[in-house]
T-cell receptor, first 110, second 113 residues
Framework: QKEVEQNSGPLSVPEGAIASLNCTYS??????FFWYRQYSGKSPELIMS????GDKEDGRFTAQLNKASQYVSLLIRDSQPSDSATYLC??????????FGAGTRLFVKA | KAGVTQTPRYLIKTRGQQVTLSCSPI?????VSWYQQTPGQGLQFLFE???????NKGNFPGRFSGRQFSNSRSEMNVSTLELGDSALYLC????????????FGQGTRLTVV
Protein backbone atom coordinates (compact mmCIF):
# COMPACT_ATOMS: atom_id res chain seq x y z
CA GLN A 1 0.00 0.00 0.00
CA LYS A 2 1.55 3.26 -1.11
CA GLU A 3 1.32 5.83 1.67
CA VAL A 4 2.10 9.39 2.55
CA GLU A 5 2.48 10.01 6.27
CA GLN A 6 2.16 13.28 8.11
CA ASN A 7 1.95 14.24 11.76
CA SER A 8 -1.65 15.34 12.27
CA GLY A 9 -0.65 18.07 14.73
CA PRO A 10 -1.82 20.52 15.67
CA LEU A 11 1.42 22.39 15.24
CA SER A 12 1.29 25.70 17.04
CA VAL A 13 3.81 28.48 16.34
CA PRO A 14 3.89 32.16 17.31
CA GLU A 15 3.45 34.82 14.67
CA GLY A 16 6.72 35.59 12.92
CA ALA A 17 8.26 32.19 13.66
CA ILE A 18 9.22 29.45 11.20
CA ALA A 19 6.72 26.64 10.85
CA SER A 20 8.20 23.30 9.81
CA LEU A 21 5.92 20.65 8.33
CA ASN A 22 7.16 17.16 7.52
CA CYS A 23 6.05 14.25 5.41
CA THR A 24 7.35 10.79 4.48
CA TYR A 25 6.31 8.60 1.59
CA SER A 26 6.59 4.89 1.04
CA UNK A 27 6.83 4.53 -2.74
CA UNK A 28 10.40 5.08 -3.97
CA UNK A 29 9.03 5.44 -7.48
CA UNK A 30 7.16 8.63 -6.59
CA UNK A 31 8.07 11.32 -9.06
CA UNK A 32 6.47 14.58 -7.99
CA PHE A 33 5.63 16.04 -4.62
CA PHE A 34 3.21 18.73 -3.62
CA TRP A 35 2.06 20.79 -0.67
CA TYR A 36 -1.54 21.93 -0.53
CA ARG A 37 -3.11 24.31 1.96
CA GLN A 38 -6.70 23.72 3.01
CA TYR A 39 -8.65 26.21 5.06
CA SER A 40 -11.55 24.91 7.10
CA GLY A 41 -14.55 24.29 4.88
CA LYS A 42 -12.60 24.99 1.71
CA SER A 43 -10.93 22.86 -0.95
CA PRO A 44 -7.16 22.22 -1.12
CA GLU A 45 -5.05 24.87 -2.84
CA LEU A 46 -1.66 24.06 -4.36
CA ILE A 47 1.11 26.14 -2.80
CA MET A 48 4.32 24.29 -3.74
CA SER A 49 5.49 21.54 -6.05
CA UNK A 50 8.94 19.95 -6.04
CA UNK A 51 10.38 17.37 -8.40
CA UNK A 52 14.09 17.01 -7.62
CA UNK A 53 16.24 16.71 -4.51
CA GLY A 54 17.06 19.90 -2.67
CA ASP A 55 15.24 23.07 -1.79
CA LYS A 56 12.74 25.12 -3.72
CA GLU A 57 11.80 28.57 -2.48
CA ASP A 58 8.73 30.63 -3.31
CA GLY A 59 8.23 33.73 -1.21
CA ARG A 60 7.88 32.72 2.43
CA PHE A 61 7.61 29.04 1.51
CA THR A 62 10.47 26.58 1.04
CA ALA A 63 9.91 22.97 0.04
CA GLN A 64 12.64 20.43 0.66
CA LEU A 65 12.91 16.99 -0.92
CA ASN A 66 15.23 14.14 0.03
CA LYS A 67 14.46 11.12 -2.13
CA ALA A 68 17.06 8.92 -0.42
CA SER A 69 15.26 9.40 2.90
CA GLN A 70 11.82 9.55 1.23
CA TYR A 71 11.19 12.79 3.04
CA VAL A 72 9.49 16.03 2.05
CA SER A 73 9.18 19.15 4.17
CA LEU A 74 7.66 22.60 3.98
CA LEU A 75 9.04 25.59 5.83
CA ILE A 76 6.93 28.69 6.28
CA ARG A 77 8.98 31.71 7.30
CA ASP A 78 7.52 34.71 9.12
CA SER A 79 4.35 32.75 9.86
CA GLN A 80 1.14 34.78 9.88
CA PRO A 81 -2.24 34.00 11.49
CA SER A 82 -3.58 33.71 7.94
CA ASP A 83 -1.30 30.69 7.47
CA SER A 84 -3.42 28.78 9.99
CA ALA A 85 -4.81 25.89 7.97
CA THR A 86 -4.33 22.20 7.29
CA TYR A 87 -1.36 21.41 5.08
CA LEU A 88 -1.58 18.35 2.88
CA CYS A 89 1.49 16.61 1.51
CA UNK A 90 0.98 14.66 -1.71
CA UNK A 91 3.04 12.39 -3.94
CA UNK A 92 2.39 11.47 -7.55
CA UNK A 93 3.14 7.78 -7.65
CA UNK A 94 2.63 7.20 -11.36
CA UNK A 95 -0.34 5.39 -12.84
CA UNK A 96 -2.25 8.67 -12.98
CA UNK A 97 -2.70 8.67 -9.21
CA UNK A 98 -1.71 11.15 -6.52
CA UNK A 99 -1.61 9.99 -2.91
CA PHE A 100 -2.36 12.49 -0.15
CA GLY A 101 -1.36 12.50 3.46
CA ALA A 102 -4.01 13.11 6.09
CA GLY A 103 -2.68 16.62 6.70
CA THR A 104 -1.06 18.61 9.48
CA ARG A 105 -3.08 21.32 11.22
CA LEU A 106 -1.09 24.49 11.75
CA PHE A 107 -2.06 27.24 14.18
CA VAL A 108 -0.21 30.54 14.10
CA LYS A 109 -0.79 32.52 17.30
CA ALA A 110 -0.96 36.29 17.05
CA LYS B 1 -9.74 31.47 -16.86
CA ALA B 2 -12.52 29.72 -15.02
CA GLY B 3 -11.58 27.22 -12.34
CA VAL B 4 -12.94 23.81 -11.58
CA THR B 5 -16.69 23.79 -11.11
CA GLN B 6 -18.45 21.18 -9.03
CA THR B 7 -22.19 20.87 -8.66
CA PRO B 8 -24.11 20.69 -6.48
CA ARG B 9 -22.25 22.19 -3.53
CA TYR B 10 -24.39 20.47 -0.92
CA LEU B 11 -26.58 17.38 -0.95
CA ILE B 12 -28.62 15.57 1.64
CA LYS B 13 -29.71 12.06 0.70
CA THR B 14 -31.32 9.13 2.46
CA ARG B 15 -29.71 5.73 2.89
CA GLY B 16 -30.34 3.52 -0.12
CA GLN B 17 -30.72 6.38 -2.57
CA GLN B 18 -28.27 7.15 -5.32
CA VAL B 19 -26.52 10.40 -6.16
CA THR B 20 -24.72 11.93 -9.15
CA LEU B 21 -22.08 14.61 -8.75
CA SER B 22 -20.71 16.72 -11.57
CA CYS B 23 -17.33 18.28 -12.28
CA SER B 24 -16.27 20.63 -15.06
CA PRO B 25 -12.47 20.90 -15.20
CA ILE B 26 -10.43 23.96 -16.11
CA UNK B 27 -10.82 24.81 -19.79
CA UNK B 28 -8.25 22.85 -21.74
CA UNK B 29 -7.64 20.31 -18.98
CA UNK B 30 -8.39 16.77 -20.04
CA UNK B 31 -7.74 14.79 -16.89
CA VAL B 32 -10.06 14.62 -13.91
CA SER B 33 -9.60 12.79 -10.63
CA TRP B 34 -12.14 12.32 -7.87
CA TYR B 35 -11.37 12.15 -4.17
CA GLN B 36 -13.38 11.47 -1.04
CA GLN B 37 -12.39 13.48 2.02
CA THR B 38 -13.47 12.53 5.53
CA PRO B 39 -12.07 13.72 8.86
CA GLY B 40 -10.72 10.32 9.76
CA GLN B 41 -9.36 9.14 6.41
CA GLY B 42 -8.14 12.30 4.72
CA LEU B 43 -8.23 12.47 0.92
CA GLN B 44 -8.88 9.07 -0.63
CA PHE B 45 -8.45 8.53 -4.36
CA LEU B 46 -11.58 7.31 -6.15
CA PHE B 47 -10.70 7.30 -9.87
CA GLU B 48 -9.06 9.21 -12.69
CA UNK B 49 -10.32 9.89 -16.20
CA UNK B 50 -8.61 11.10 -19.35
CA UNK B 51 -10.26 11.38 -22.74
CA UNK B 52 -13.34 9.53 -21.52
CA UNK B 53 -11.24 6.59 -20.27
CA UNK B 54 -10.79 5.54 -16.67
CA UNK B 55 -7.05 5.06 -16.22
CA ASN B 56 -6.94 4.26 -12.51
CA LYS B 57 -9.31 3.37 -9.73
CA GLY B 58 -8.96 3.46 -5.95
CA ASN B 59 -10.09 0.90 -3.40
CA PHE B 60 -13.76 1.73 -3.27
CA PRO B 61 -16.71 -0.63 -3.73
CA GLY B 62 -18.47 -0.94 -7.05
CA ARG B 63 -21.23 1.36 -5.79
CA PHE B 64 -18.89 4.19 -6.73
CA SER B 65 -18.63 4.78 -10.45
CA GLY B 66 -17.78 7.57 -12.78
CA ARG B 67 -17.55 8.67 -16.36
CA GLN B 68 -16.13 11.42 -18.46
CA PHE B 69 -17.66 13.08 -21.47
CA SER B 70 -16.06 14.29 -24.67
CA ASN B 71 -15.93 17.86 -23.34
CA SER B 72 -13.90 16.56 -20.33
CA ARG B 73 -16.74 17.10 -17.89
CA SER B 74 -16.98 14.24 -15.45
CA GLU B 75 -19.65 12.73 -13.27
CA MET B 76 -19.43 10.35 -10.38
CA ASN B 77 -22.29 8.24 -9.14
CA VAL B 78 -22.81 6.55 -5.83
CA SER B 79 -25.59 3.99 -5.63
CA THR B 80 -27.25 2.49 -2.58
CA LEU B 81 -25.94 5.21 -0.30
CA GLU B 82 -24.67 4.32 3.15
CA LEU B 83 -24.19 6.57 6.16
CA GLY B 84 -20.42 6.16 5.77
CA ASP B 85 -20.56 7.79 2.34
CA SER B 86 -21.11 11.15 4.01
CA ALA B 87 -18.06 13.15 3.00
CA LEU B 88 -16.69 16.00 0.95
CA TYR B 89 -16.20 14.84 -2.65
CA LEU B 90 -13.50 16.73 -4.46
CA CYS B 91 -12.74 16.86 -8.14
CA UNK B 92 -9.22 17.65 -9.30
CA UNK B 93 -8.38 18.95 -12.74
CA UNK B 94 -5.07 18.23 -14.49
CA UNK B 95 -3.78 19.49 -17.80
CA UNK B 96 -3.11 15.90 -18.85
CA UNK B 97 0.10 16.87 -20.65
CA UNK B 98 2.41 15.25 -18.13
CA UNK B 99 1.81 17.98 -15.57
CA UNK B 100 0.74 16.37 -12.31
CA UNK B 101 -0.29 19.52 -10.44
CA UNK B 102 -3.91 19.21 -9.33
CA UNK B 103 -6.40 22.05 -9.15
CA PHE B 104 -9.41 21.35 -7.00
CA GLY B 105 -13.01 22.36 -7.24
CA GLN B 106 -14.94 23.62 -4.22
CA GLY B 107 -16.28 20.14 -3.59
CA THR B 108 -19.68 18.63 -3.00
CA ARG B 109 -20.62 18.06 0.61
CA LEU B 110 -22.75 14.91 0.73
CA THR B 111 -24.68 14.04 3.86
CA VAL B 112 -26.43 10.69 4.05
CA VAL B 113 -29.15 10.40 6.70
Amino acid sequence: QKEVEQNSGPLSVPEGAIASLNCTYSDRGSQSFFWYRQYSGKSPELIMSIYSNGDKEDGRFTAQLNKASQYVSLLIRDSQPSDSATYLCAAYTGGFKTIFGAGTRLFVKA
Amino acid sequence: KAGVTQTPRYLIKTRGQQVTLSCSPISGHRSVSWYQQTPGQGLQFLFEYFSETQRNKGNFPGRFSGRQFSNSRSEMNVSTLELGDSALYLCASYSGRGNTEAFFGQGTRLTVV
